[in-house]
């Protein structure tokens, strides 16, 4: 685990992690803060785009935890344990 995902799981558990618009927030102010240390001129664009690539791998390995199907409030385990499979599209005509 690296440490751009030690901390966002550490800012996701202060709220409810479950809820997809907190994690979402939480996702979107990582962004802006890694913007921030390229406007300050405190990491180069070489810089910010391997922050993102951190950051991108960090909320993968988050959201794998919480299925996009799984019930509010449902703790990662039960989440993954309850969620059922999307069915297939329906074949064009």
Do not use: C, F, W
């Amino acid at each position: 685990m690296n440490a751009i995902e030690q901390s966002l799981r550490r800012v996701l558990a202060k709220g409810d992690a479950t809820d997809p618009d907190h994690r979402v927030r939480i996702y979107e102010a990582s962004e802006r803060a890694i913007e921030r240390l390229l406007a300050e001129g405190k990491i180069d664009e070489a810089g910010r785009d391997a922050q993102h690539a951190k950051l991108i791998a960090a909320i993968e390995a988050i959201e794998a935890e919480y299925p996009p199907d799984a019930p509010a409030g449902a703790a990662p385990a039960e989440a993954a344990s309850t969620a059922t499979a999307a069915p297939e599209p329906a074949a064009p005509r």
